[in-house]
């Protein structure tokens, strides 16, 4: 089956350390998104990479930091630098360059002690 | 600045009931994304266009470009069609996306 899956569902880490959500594709998508969910406010976006090697700072990117080694493989790592990390965090694929619908995952809650 | 607003942000109906969720955007935006989200977190997309209307089962999603609103449509509601609605303004060069804050719907038996 094709789609998107994020490891782990839940995951809980002490304040100052360092995180890295995982999110992988077997769908071919070029383009790749992370967004950040918090209660009463819409999805935000962090970073989306449209091509491998390659990725742009989206709205609220201060505190994060990515990678887009392969096709599939987008993680995402929350830095210590991240004030409020504590969230709930989606991943999101899109086939090719133009207007097509994207593809979520499951989605990873972070919840920082 | 591409925005999104969505009304209601809570909608309680009963079996049966015709349901209405309205998606207003700005200039901007070239597309709509009508996405579903159940409790458990993860999102489903239901539509995206970008003119016209689309159905799917018992939803409908309508978008009127010239006065930039968009619908969503459920008729014969189910309590299984309780979630929160999400619409999606898509523009830009690089296909961002914008959300709305979304509409939790409860569908009671």
């Known amino acids: 089956d094709g789609g998107i899956t994020q490891s782990p569902k839940y995951l809980f880490r002490k304040e100052g350390q360092n995180v890295t959500l995982s999110c992988e594709q077997n769908?071919?998508?070029?383009?790749m998104y992370w967004y950040r969910q918090d209660p009463g406010q819409g999805l935000r976006l962090i970073y989306y990479?449209?091509?491998?090697?390659?990725?742009q700072k989206g709205d609220i990117a201060e505190g994060y930091s990515v990678s887009r080694e392969k096709k599939e493989s987008f993680p995402l790592t929350v830095t210590s630098a991240q004030k409020n990390p504590t969230a709930f965090y989606l991943c999101?694929?899109?086939?090719?360059?133009?207007?097509?619908?994207?593809?979520f995952g499951p989605g990873t809650r972070l919840t920082v002690l | 600045k591409n925005e999104v607003e969505q009304s209601p942000q809570n909608l309680t109906a009963q079996e049966g009931e015709f349901i209405t969720i309205n998606c207003s955007y700005s200039?901007?935006?070239?597309?709509l994304h009508w996405l579903q989200q159940h409790p458990g977190g993860g999102i489903v997309s239901l539509f995206m266009?970008?003119?016209g209307k689309k159905k799917h089962g018992r939803l409908i999603a309508t978008i009127n470009i010239q006065e930039k609103h968009s619908s969503l449509h459920i008729t014969a509601s189910h309590p299984r069609d309780s979630a929160v609605y999400i619409c999606a303004g898509l523009g830009g060069s690089n296909y961002k996306l914008t959300f709305g804050k979304g509409t939790l719907l409860t569908v009671n038996p």
């Open positions: 769908l071919n998508h070029d383009a």
């Open positions: 990479s449209q091509i491998v090697n390659d990725f």
């Open positions: 266009l970008s003119s």
């Open positions: 200039v901007g935006i070239s597309a």
């Open positions: 999101a694929s899109m086939a090719g360059y133009s207007y097509n619908e994207q593809f």
